[in-house]
């Protein structure tokens, strides 16, 4: 396979670089990565970390999406980078081919790590405002995990219902449905990193109920 692959190349005219030279064995060996990574080097140089650049979409992938910017130059916009709310796939936001603005968040072994978020308003900013600590708030269950359950106040604003309230990951489930509303309140809030920890109401109303007519 590798053989044909190099049947390939014949004819072609290729980059390369040479990596080492033994006259006494007239042995030459030639790298075309090696001359790549240099020729990305170059074109990285006239980029830095914080730029905003302007690009278009070369792949969507299940982790993230690739876009092209500047000459040829190429980086990754990971799925955590692309909203600040939760998505399942980035392909619920892009697709090959879409022009987008993104910011350089990281440039490291020529390689390059793309945000789209960070040019977004970060709704978490001001959340204690509208949603301190003790208030009752309407949230629709989205996704199960091990650890709990994630609620939606908003499409970006979400909370944890944390598993220890429910005892196990079935009665989790047994308690929840995904998609369905239900009341809770918040308990903890961290803006900073975007975490906020719900307490399922409905369950205690339940228990009250249950105790009362007992």
């Known amino acids: 396979e590798i053989l044909k692959k190099l049947q390939d190349l014949i004819g072609q005219e290729l980059s390369v670089r040479i990596l080492t030279i033994d006259a006494h064995k007239q042995n030459l060996i030639l790298s075309e990565k090696a001359a790549l990574e240099k020729d990305i080097q170059k074109r990285l140089e006239k980029f830095k970390e914080g730029d905003v650049v302007s690009g278009e979409v070369t792949g969507v992938t299940d982790f993230g999406a690739f876009i092209r910017f500047g000459r040829e ?7 955590s980078e692309l909203d600040w709310r939760l998505i399942s796939h980035p392909k619920e936001l892009l ?3 879409d022009k987008v603005k993104a910011k350089i968040i990281k440039i490291e072994n020529n390689g390059v790590s793309l945000s789209l978020k960070a040019l977004k308003e970060d709704p978490w900013q001001s959340i204690d405002k509208t949603y301190p600590v003790g ?8 996704e199960f995990h091990p650890f709990g359950a994630f609620a939606f106040i908003t499409d970006r604003i979400h909370g944890l219902v944390h598993i220890s309230q429910f005892g196990s990951p079935k009665r989790m489930e ?6 369905k509303k239900y ?17 399922f109401l409905t369950s205690e109303k339940k228990e009250r109920k249950t105790k009362s007519s007992s």
Request: charge should be positive; proline fraction near 2%.
């Open 183 to 199: 009341n809770f309140e918040i308990t903890s809030l961290d803006p900073k990193e975007h975490r906020m920890g719900l307490k």
């Open 174 to 179: 047994q308690a929840l449905t995904i998609g």
């Open 95 to 97: 697709k090959v081919g």
């Open 135 to 142: 208030a009752k708030v309407k949230a629709a269950v989205k």
């Open 73 to 79: 130059v190429e980086g990754l916009a990971h799925i």
